[in-house]
């Protein structure tokens, strides 16, 4: 019997081999200097392996805020509070005519030991 999961992974995976598919690749992290080194690397890697894509097409997306307001005394004093936030910058490359085969014989699929921990890398179908 097998796994639902795994058949549905198996599907996705067969049908990324047809002619005329699209990837995205999908940076993202807090800061901006480790995302757009990140895009650097990403873009000379498909270079390096002659994958088709558009090396000016890099998409910058709107960054994201998130803010949260933390009381600074733990039992009264609601107008005292403490202000955080963080912002996620992201980054897209589209990849044309391409499978998850090409990208791993370009060294984007599985772990990337060359990146810092501080950006994330996910691929999108």
Avoid: C
């Amino acid at each position: 019997m097998s796994i639902p999961f795994v058949k549905e992974t198996k599907r996705k995976i067969a049908e990324t081999k047809k002619e005329g598919n699209e990837l995205y690749v999908l940076i993202e992290g807090f800061q901006a200097r480790l995302v757009d080194e990140t895009t650097a690397w990403i873009i000379r890697k498909l270079l390096d392996a002659k994958i088709k894509f558009d090396p000016k097409a890099k998409v910058f997306l709107p960054n994201q805020r998130e803010r949260l307001a933390v009381p600074k005394s733990p039992h009264k004093h609601k107008d005292s509070q403490e202000h955080f936030g963080r912002i996620t910058h992201r980054r897209l490359i589209k990849v044309t005519d391409t499978s998850f085969a090409d990208l791993n014989k370009a060294g984007l699929a599985g772990a990337y030991p060359q990146i810092s921990r501080g950006v994330q890398i996910r691929i999108k179908v």
